[in-house]
């Protein structure tokens, strides 16, 4: 067993679950994520209908049908508003079927800290584990896109925030080393309702430049950087690889920024735009290269890479 900067390696490997157990909820910032407990499958309520057929959406308020909503990439059918996508369905919706092999699977994080705030932070972990069917808040790898070989990596929301612990600094620091090691362009999806994650203080927020750090090497070897923002993409995640990329692309109306708007507000003493942190809004100022609908991001991504890869 060996330590980097708060993780080790570890020889047991946990499964991952096939089934996303979070897809229909969005990811409130500056709280913890809420997700739904594991439903019963066949409870009915008296008129006959089983409970989860239908969501509310948030953005347009609309009771839409689930199925209908997940048949569009985890879409509101009625306005487009982008639901919040597990990071396995994620990989189903962007990479080819089956193309997929995942790397780092052995990386865990140590307590360096002795860490407690509501539960301990092993415990934490375990508990993040168990709910999300995540070993960790990223998970990454090399896949296909539409046939083009590529290192993909991505950060969850649901699992503490999406914040980037000594683990996710890690794997995404050797993906973008094995992704200029390979010379293959790399792929990196952002989630993040807040980027330091607390419970390992310093060691956490030194991933920024290690990550950083490793994107510079990749840049100075002609490498190609995609990063695509998902709602939430915040704090430390987005201070430093998300808006690192050679080409930044965002979801329509995903919230993207440092702080949380009503920091920003309280800070300036300033009444903020209402689009002030979306998608959009960092388009129009020069932040986001592109705002890519779910459905086009694949057709996308493949014809980035035809024209910056030779
Ligand atoms: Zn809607």
Same mark, same amino acid.
């Given at each position: 067993?060996? /330590?980097?900067?708060?993780?080790?390696?570890?020889?047991?490997?946990?499964?991952?679950? !096939?089934? #996303?157990?979070?897809?229909?909820?969005?990811?409130?910032?500056? *709280?913890? =994520?809420?997700?739904?407990?594991?439903?019963?499958?066949?409870?009915?309520?008296?008129?006959?209908?089983?409970?989860?057929?239908?969501?509310?959406?948030?953005?347009?308020?609309?009771?839409?049908?689930?199925? +209908?909503?997940?048949?569009?990439?985890? &879409?509101?059918?009625?306005?487009?508003?982008?639901?919040?996508?597990?990071?396995?369905?994620?990989?189903?919706?962007?990479?080819?079927? !089956? *193309?997929?092999?995942?790397? @780092?699977?052995?990386?865990?994080?140590?307590?360096?800290?002795?860490?407690?705030?509501?539960? =301990?932070?092993?415990?934490?972990?375990?508990?993040?584990?168990?709910?999300?069917?995540?070993?960790?808040?990223?998970?990454?790898?090399? $896949?296909?896109?539409?046939?083009?070989?590529?290192?993909?990596?991505?950060?969850?929301?649901?699992?503490?925030?999406?914040?980037?612990?000594?683990?996710?600094?890690?794997?995404?620091?050797?993906? %973008?080393?094995?992704?200029? +090691?390979?010379?293959?362009?790399?792929? %990196?999806?952002?989630?993040?309702?807040?980027?330091?994650?607390?419970?390992?203080?310093?060691? #956490?927020?030194?991933?920024?430049?290690? &990550? *950083?750090?490793?994107?510079?090497?990749?840049?100075?070897?002609? $490498?190609?950087?995609? *990063?695509?923002?998902?709602?939430?993409?915040?704090?430390?995640?987005?201070?430093?690889?998300? /808006?690192?990329?050679?080409? %930044?692309?965002?979801?329509?109306?995903?919230?993207?920024? @440092?702080?949380? =708007?009503?920091? &920003?507000?309280?800070?300036?003493?300033?009444?903020?735009?209402?689009?002030?942190?979306? #998608?959009? @809004?960092?388009?129009?100022?020069? @932040?986001? !290269?592109?705002?890519?609908?779910?459905? !086009?991001?694949?057709?996308?991504?493949?014809? &980035? %890479?035809?024209?910056?890869?030779?």
């Amino acid at each position: 067993m060996w /330590s980097v900067g708060g993780c080790e390696a570890l020889t047991d490997t946990m499964p991952m679950s !096939d089934e #996303s157990p979070v897809t229909e909820i969005s990811v409130p910032t500056g *709280s913890e =994520p809420i997700l739904p407990e594991a439903a019963p499958a066949v409870k009915r309520t008296k008129r006959g209908v089983p409970e989860g057929l239908w969501i509310r959406c948030d953005g347009c308020k609309a009771t839409v049908y689930k199925k +209908e909503v997940e048949k569009q990439l985890n &879409v509101c059918p009625e306005c487009q508003h982008h639901f919040y996508v597990s990071g396995q369905k994620r990989i189903e919706q962007l990479l080819d079927p !089956d *193309s997929f092999e995942e790397w @780092f699977t052995d990386l865990r994080s140590v307590d360096p800290l002795g860490f407690v705030d509501r539960k =301990p932070y092993a415990e934490r972990l375990k508990d993040e584990q168990k709910r999300t069917g995540l070993r960790e808040a990223c998970i990454a790898g090399r $896949g296909y896109l539409r046939g083009r070989p590529l290192v993909f990596a991505l950060t969850d929301s649901a699992f503490i925030m999406g914040s980037m612990g000594s683990v996710v600094g890690e794997m995404l620091t050797r993906s %973008i080393e094995r992704a200029t +090691e390979l010379n293959l362009p790399i792929v %990196i999806v952002s989630g993040s309702g807040g980027g330091a994650r607390m419970h390992e203080g310093i060691l #956490s927020l030194m991933q920024m430049g290690k &990550v *950083s750090a490793a994107l510079a090497r990749l840049h100075e070897a002609g $490498g190609l950087f995609i *990063s695509v923002l998902t709602n939430p993409t915040m704090g430390g995640v987005a201070a430093s690889f998300a /808006s690192l990329g050679d080409l %930044i692309l965002a979801e329509p109306n995903a919230l993207v920024g @440092f702080a949380g =708007p009503r920091v &920003v507000a309280a800070t300036v003493k300033q009444e903020l735009p209402p689009d002030f942190q979306t #998608s959009e @809004f960092m388009q129009k100022h020069g @932040f986001v !290269d592109r705002v890519v609908h779910r459905a !086009d991001l694949r057709s996308e991504i493949s014809r &980035v %890479i035809d024209y910056c890869v030779r």
